[in-house]
């Protein structure tokens, strides 16, 4: 009984966020099928992990365990792949998804920590504590991360401009 009554909360969770999981996976990465992959691997680990997440809310278990695969994957990578990976917006025609592939394309530019940073205090709307409790990291240096990543990322978001 207790099994099945897992299963159900886990399908709800389920439900309501494995597509924010992998829209941050797709910030993260610019690229949809390791998205998709990173996001089935966060998931498959948050359920064999259900009974031990404390809390009401799993979901900042699972974006932790989604920042830490993708870190894991940038650091297996080398350079001129993660160059590489940039995806053409002309081809999408749906205008959301065209504009978070835009986005994913200029944080492609960042080094994946501060790719974290700014996809966990802009896209999950953290503040910069809990983006530093996180991601392991002293509070100043992720204000530093903000502001050297907002510097690089706001001439490759102006309207108009072309990324990476």
Avoid at 15 to 31: Q, V, Y
Wanted: contains cysteine.
């Amino acid at each position: 009984m207790r099994l099945i009554q897992r299963d159900a909360q886990f399908r709800d969770f389920f439900m309501s966020d494995a597509a924010r999981l992998e829209r941050i996976a797709l910030l993260m990465t610019g690229n949809p099928e390791t998205a998709k992959d990173l996001t089935q691997d966060t998931l498959v680990k948050t359920y064999r992990a259900w009974g031990r997440i404390t809390g009401d809310d799993p979901g900042p278990y699972a974006r932790q365990a989604l920042i830490n695969l993708c870190r894991n994957h940038h650091r297996r990578r080398s350079l001129e792949l993660t160059k590489g990976a940039a995806i053409d917006v002309k081809e999408v025609t749906d205008p959301d998804v065209a504009e978070t592939i835009r986005v994913a394309n200029a944080l492609a530019s960042l080094p994946p920590l501060r790719r974290a940073v700014m996809v966990l205090r802009y896209y999950e709307d953290m503040t910069e504590a809990e983006v530093a409790r996180v991601l392991d990291r002293p509070l100043n240096t992720v204000k530093s991360d903000i502001r050297r990543s907002l510097e690089r990322l706001r001439p490759l978001l102006a309207e108009g401009a072309k990324t990476p």
